[in-house]
């Protein structure tokens, strides 16, 4: 890939595996509150959303949302153990900035756990920027998020990859007009060309050959 800078990451299934972590928060608040609980794939295909989106559709109801952020939240600022790095994440990321590409890493998540299971993960440092949910007024799939870190970066999209796990990281890539990079092996495993990605890495390590 030629002519690529910067380089911006979505989080969640696919820097790190926080699956537990995302998972069993959702299952803990849904049933605190007596909401039946889904499926672990729904809440899986779920995730990328807006809290009060994600939970809307969850619960069915936007009697409680506000009540269930607070709790899910909670549950993970005690639970941070849950999240885990991904077996190549640190040596790809370490390897790339060598390199000199600049990294970002955008997010739907709070600011709060998102910069902390990146630190706990011990990889936090190699981000120039990170852009979570209170950053921006929209969120993944729409450019802005990508944007803001792009203005922070000092970069512009033609010279940008997003590397997701989701469809969400995808189009916010096409709308940020930057090229776009699909994992596989995160949470959003349906659907891979909808719409496609530029590339696809079934392995985090794999973008060393690609970049």
Not at 152 to 159: M, R
Request: aromatic share 10%; glycine share 6%.
């Amino acid at each position: 890939m030629k002519n690529i800078t910067t380089i911006l990451f979505d989080i969640d299934g696919t820097l790190l595996d926080t699956s537990d972590f995302i998972i069993n928060s959702t299952e803990y608040a849904l049933a605190k509150f007596g909401y039946k609980l889904p499926e672990r794939k729904v809440i899986a295909q779920n995730i990328g959303k807006s809290f009060p989106d994600f939970y809307l559709t969850l619960s069915g109801s936007s009697k409680d949302v506000e009540k269930l952020l607070e709790t899910h939240r909670d549950f993970q600022l005690k639970n941070l153990h849950l999240s885990r790095l991904f077996l190549n994440s640190s040596k790809t990321l370490n390897s790339l900035k060598k390199r000199g590409y600049k990294m970002g890493a955008v997010t739907s998540r709070s600011k709060i756990t998102s910069f902390q299971t990146l630190e706990n993960a011990g990889i936090a440092h190699f981000f120039d920027v990170v852009i979570s949910a209170e950053d921006t007024t929209k969120l993944k799939p729409h450019a802005d998020p990508l944007l803001k870190a792009l203005t922070y970066l000092k970069e512009i999209p033609t010279k940008t990859v997003m590397v997701g796990d989701s469809h969400f990281d995808i189009e916010a890539g096409k709308n940020a007009g930057t090229k776009t990079i699909r994992a596989t092996y995160g949470f959003h495993k349906d659907n891979l060309d909808s719409p496609a990605p530029d590339f696809f890495i079934d392995d985090i390590g794999e973008l060393l050959e690609l970049l």
